[in-house]
């Protein structure tokens, strides 16, 4: 008998199908010579530091250095702390029974460093040391899985890719655990973390935001000339820009004495814009924040599901490219996308027989190549969903399309010793840019309309028919959007000045596909950052971290360089796991004592000791005052009916349990009516009305 462990259920019931394990049972299938079961995700993880006896954090405990580190059941939150999940530990016993009664077992789980630990992490637990081969596969298609199972690949070729996995959990753990802690006992709040990745990426956001809030706008002039020919006219710019206002006016002041100007050069050029490459999951997320405004999480949980139902390749992939092999299938994919109502108008644009190539590199594919749609017609799925599987469809026919043909034209004119210029770029034919003729694939000599269109002849005299002098401002860099940070994290290593962490770095950035989605929504739930539209903001909070710890080690991008650089040794046997968590540890006792040291007043001043859990801090924030205790669940929002409850307010009812009489309340029905606000006995809000004005209390609903 053959145990075959997959991540989630949904697989587990497709590769039970193919392999003919047809008799359900509790928790997995069985038949012709398989028992086919799965996790539930992260079924066993590191502990906890609670099921190592640090039950509260202290200067005296940290850091915490587990040694060795236990593997336990996923635990679950509840009122009275950190318990084993049910669930998880219903499903752990169904595999140890499922893995007692087979010989030898496959690893179905994703094909990832993921996956890799998820499988491990349950194998080692649960004390196996039977056989067992890894499944290797992109796509969830029957095909996809019947020639993996095909071609399994030995457990033991993929040590390293665990061993990197569990070096890069536990060193994630050391770091976190123990600079949260630290953090909580020198700022005396909680909802605070600090991380290998989750701080530079604040770091990065902070300093864009105070770069943008601080810079001094310079003025600068341009200077204009208008020639006229034929009824058309064309605009031409000075080919420098002006920094001194008194010069601009008298270069202004000249023009004017010109009544016709010199055309000195004509230059005509046929040039081509490249296709774009397919996406890897970063380039998906940035794209669907920017057409879709989705949230980079967001976008991940779509495509995760897209892949699930076999719609699409594996999305967790750091590649835009597909081998040789698998762009033998891509014509018969395309034809699929075609015939769909979304990109019927793009049929003649593409010959499915002759496709560009530039998304095929066999040595640019990692674990997993670019993310495609597997064939699978696309029917019982979300709007959303839909939306972004188009992106993906939309995104091959873009990568193997023709190249996008336009002629480009240099005009430049002289006024005496003055040089004026204008260049233009018009399409021939729209390539791959015909798929959505988005206005955002345009290039920035592609002038809009208002540059006109009159053309002229070298050595030809055109008439100036108008003059301007524009005055315009230097700007700031934008703040970050979620598209763009994401780009910021994926190019972070390009700023490193060591060479071997840079090299390590190129391809990577600060975390990984997979990992930058959940690093940026951390960011929202410790409430150092918020949106203002599609803008990442730093709240106060978020300020005052980043100026304690900005110049600390933990906030140091190119700490992430040198770990993915030994992270990548240990993953291609080149490395030592032990020598890399050897240094771990002296890293994280270092940075444990930089956070011990640190204070920060500016995190604790506005809070106040919590009056339903006596323990947790209320801190007050410009939309909601809410307790640091995640077990007390005390939140007092700002906003009461048609009333913005002021500090004092808020104060008031912290202190003595009720507000001062508050005048001017309107309730659904228009009716005005005065009210002090109260705790009732669970610290929920309520009205407290005075005897002469109503009898009772009305609950506010929160």
Known sequence: MIAILTEKPSVGLDIARIVGATQKNDGYMEGSGYMVTWALGHLVSL????????????????PI?????????????????????????????????????????????????????????????????????????????????????????????????????????K???????????????????????????????????????HENRNFISANYWQLYITLEKEGEFRRFRFVEDLKEKTKAENLYKHLKTFPSARITKVERKTVHQAQP????????????????????????????????????????????????????????????????????????????????????NDKKITDHHALIITGEYPEEISALE???????????????????????????????????CSRSQKILSAGWRGVFGRPEDKEADEKGSDEGMAEFEEEE???????????????????????????????????????????????????????????????????????????????????SLFDAVKDMKVADAEMTGGWEKALTDIEKNAGSPDTFMKAIEVYTRQVTEEVLSLKFPELAANSTLCPKCGTGRVVVRSKHAKCDNEKCGLLIFRKCLNKELTDQHIGQLLSSGSTELIKGFKNKKGNTFDAKLVFDSDHNITFSFSKTTEKGKRKRKQ
Request: aromatic share 8%; glycine share 6%.
């Open 47 to 62: 502990a906890l530091p609670e099921q190592y006896s640090f039950t509260r954090s202290s200067a005296s405990s940290l």
């Open 65 to 169: 250095l587990p040694s060795p580190f236990q593997l336990v059941v996923r635990q679950k939150k509840t009122a009275k702390g950190m318990v084993a999940d049910k669930a998880a530990a219903k499903q752990l016993n169904i595999i140890d029974r499922v893995f007692n009664q087979c010989d030898s077992i496959i690893a179905a789980t994703d094909a990832a460093r993921e996956g890799e630990a998820i499988f491990r992490y349950i194998y080692t637990h649960l004390g196996y040391t039977k056989p067992f081969k890894r499944l290797w596969i992109s796509s969830l298609t029957d095909e996809a899985i019947r020639k993996g199972l095909a071609n399994l690949k030995e457990g033991s070729e993929y040590d390293g890719l665990y061993r990197a996995a569990d070096c890069r959990a």
């Open 171 to 209: 060193a994630d753990w050391l770091i976190g655990m123990n600079a949260s802690r630290a953090l909580a006992v020198s700022s005396g709040t909680g909802n605070n973390s600090l991380g290998r990745v989750q701080t530079p990426t604040l770091v990065m956001i902070c300093a864009r935001y």
């Open 277 to 360: 490459l397919l996406y890897d999951l970063t380039t998906l997320q940035k794209e669907c924040n920017i057409h879709l405004d989705l949230p980079a999480e967001k976008t991940l949980e779509i495509a995760q599901s897209l892949y699930e139902k076999k719609l699409v390749s594996y999305p967790r992939t750091s590649s835009r490219y597909v081998p040789e092999d698998v762009f033998r299938e891509i014509p018969s994919l395309l034809r699929v996308v075609l015939r769909m109502d979304k990109f019927k108008h793009f049929a003649n644009g593409i010959d499915v027989l002759r496709l560009a190539k530039r998304s095929v």
């Open 386 to 420: 839909r939306k972004v599987y188009h992106m993906i469809a939309g995104r091959m026919l873009e990568a193997f399309g023709p190249k996008c043909e336009k002629e480009t034209l240099l005009m430049e004119v002289s006024l005496g010793d003055l040089l004026f």
């Open 461 to 543: 005299n055109g008439k100036v028919g108008g003059h301007s002098l524009v005055q315009k401002k230097t700007m700031p860099k934008p703040l970050y959007t979620e598209a763009t940070l994401l780009t910021a994290m994926e190019a972070a290593g390009k700023t490193i000045t060591d060479e071997a962490a840079r090299e390590a770095m190129k391809d990577q950035g600060l975390g990984t596909p997979a990992t930058r989605a959940a690093i940026i929504e951390t960011l929202f739930k410790r409430e150092y950052i918020e949106r203002a539209g599609k803008l990442l903001v730093p709240t106060g909070k978020g300020l």
